[in-house]
């Protein structure tokens, strides 16, 4: 249940935004990237609710309008492309229209936080028994441990790893497998990108690789190198970093604001069992949506 707003003090959108980019500046992203405070109200209302999603789809954008917050904090970001009409006829449009009629600020970090120690990455890297890490493309100027992707030295037996990634990642997810090695293998080096890992992890010397998606080429480049690859799906290998970020958040702003993951937020992709004509759950869950 929800508590009172009136129990948080707020905070102005100015100092929210401060606290995120403190976290992870917004000149850590990359430059075809479009990150930071995508609206601002015309009006300013003091920030007492934020939500926090992966991405802001129309059912999101309900969840925050039933949930009277003032700031979303979406983490790809919904206006990527430059929008040349503000209409109803189209999804991202109806979104960014709510915004602007609600006055909710929109905030996008992306590949700030993919970046950022830890940040997306690091956090995803924690299915791995660590004993080195550093960041496959460090980031100039920026602290030590700052960059795309991240390369790590472990000795973990590849079921103990996959074992240990579905667990971190939630039981409910599926894993996909493109398999060079047997059960049993000692994975020594692992190369991981959140989301879309397929152009940053080219040519990377791994035993294995975790990312959320790459495409069928990438795939068969990679296991005729001899290298195990997991995807999660784009999201999944994301969305458990929302969480820990919440209380970061939280602490950062001294408990002033009320701090929401989303509930709403999913991965456009589900696995549908072998046998799915006797169980149509899952077509009910899809188009709840």
Not at 43 to 66: F, G, H, Q, Y
Not at 123 to 149: K, M, N
Not at 160 to 165: A, G, V
Not at 208 to 231: C, Q, R
Request: aromatic content about 6%; glycine content about 6%.
């Amino acid at each position: 249940m929800l508590k009172r707003m009136s129990s948080y003090n707020g905070q102005k959108l100015v100092t929210v935004v401060k606290e995120l980019e403190k976290f992870a500046p917004i000149s850590w992203a990359e430059k075809w990237d479009n990150v930071g405070l995508l609206i601002e109200p015309h009006r300013e209302k003091l920030i007492k609710r934020i939500l926090i999603s992966n991405d802001l789809t129309e059912p999101v954008m309900s969840e925050a309008l039933a949930k009277d917050v003032q700031l979303i904090i979406s983490y790809h970001p919904p206006i990527f492309k430059p929008l040349t009409r503000i209409t109803q006829t189209h999804w991202k449009e109806r979104v960014v229209a709510a915004c602007l009629a609600n006055d909710i600020a929109l905030y996008s970090p992306h590949t700030a936080w993919d970046k950022a120690c830890g940040g997306v990455n690091d956090w995803l890297s924690l299915a791995v028994d660590i004993l080195s890490i550093r960041p496959l493309e460090p980031e100039l100027g920026a602290p030590p441990g700052t960059g795309s992707g991240r390369y790590i030295e472990t000795k973990m037996e590849l079921s103990k790893l996959l074992e240990s990634l579905q667990k971190h990642i939630g039981n409910s997810v599926h894993i996909a497998l493109a398999v060079s090695h047997n059960p049993n293998t000692l994975i020594q080096t692992v190369g991981i990108c959140a989301g879309s890992g397929g152009s940053l992890l080219k040519g990377i010397q791994a035993d294995l690789i975790i990312t959320g998606e790459m495409s069928h080429h990438e795939l068969l480049e990679f296991t005729h190198n001899n290298t195990t690859v997991l995807l999660c799906n784009h999201s999944n290998s994301e969305r458990g970093f929302l969480k820990v970020f919440s209380h970061k958040l939280g602490e950062s702003l001294n408990g002033a604001c009320e701090i929401l993951v989303s509930e709403a937020d999913k991965d456009p992709l589900v696995t549908v069992a072998n046998d799915f004509t006797k169980d149509k759950s899952i077509f009910v869950d899809c188009y709840k949506q």
